[in-house]
C-alpha cells in the first residue's frame, strides 16, 4: 500500500511511523469491508500523502476490492513495512 521510493532508508527494516499509519487504516478498511474508505484514502490524513507519488500500487487493490464477494474470506499476508516507506503487505479475497 506504501510505495514512496523518494523515501527509502536502505538500513530501515521497519517502516516509518506514517507509512505503517497509511498501511493500518487501509488493511482496518479492508477487514471491515467499508470500500469506501479505501477508494477515499485521502481520507486517511497526512499519512496518504507520503504513501505514495503516483498511484500505480495503489490502484490493483480497488479493482480487487471492487471484485470481491461480500461473502468472501480476507486473508492478510506479508503484513510488513520496511525500508522506511514500503509496505509488503498483500490480501487474497476468496
Known sequence: MVHNLALLD???????AWAQEFDDYIKEAIRARD???V???EQ????????FV???HFAPLLHCIGAAEDDD????FNDACVMGSLSMTGYIFG
Open 44 to 51: 486517511a490524513g497526512p499519512c496518504a500523502r507520503q504513501a
Open 35 to 37: 470500500d469506501e474508505r
Open 73 to 76: 474470506e480476507i486473508t492478510v
Open 54 to 56: 503516483t498511484s500505480e
Open 39 to 41: 477508494i477515499q484514502y
Open 10 to 16: 536502505w538500513g530501515r527494516a521497519d517502516g516509518y
